[in-house]
């Protein structure tokens, strides 16, 4: 019994795990849908310059060429879009938006049900 009590936890977290991976994946892609490819950002790294100061007195940095800024940053990519403006209150947008709220609301119910049957069976 101990042996099929493992593979039967091994079944459910493997199943979890791609549960979760493919709900990453399904949003991920709905976001760069909506708000075009993600980008990673990459921060510049300013280099530190160090010089001697007296004792009590603190060097002032050196300013940073404009030139390696701009080759650090990656200026040659194009700036995102701006988002646009949301479309006026039509009929269309009026039922779009009751029909979203309607799934969240089966949504939701649907995930207590589950919930509940999952606990009944558990106990």
């Known amino acids: 019994m101990k042996g099929n009590a493992a593979v039967m936890f091994g079944g459910v977290a493997l199943a979890m795990g791609f549960c979760i991976f493919f709900g990453v994946s399904l949003a991920t892609q709905g976001t760069e849908r909506i708000n075009g490819p993600l980008e990673r950002v990459q921060t510049a ?3 530190r310059t160090y010089t001697a100061a007296p004792a009590g007195k603190s060097a002032a940095p050196q300013p940073v060429k404009e030139a390696a800024v701009s080759q650090v940053k990656g200026n040659d990519r194009p700036l995102p879009r701006p988002a646009e403006e949301p479309a006026a ?8 938006n009751k029909a979203g709220e309607l799934l969240q609301i089966v949504t939701r119910h649907g995930i207590k049900l589950f919930v509940s049957m999952v606990e009944a069976v558990l106990e």
């Open 89 to 96: 209150d039509t009929g269309i947008n009026r039922l779009g």
């Open 45 to 47: 790294v300013q280099p």
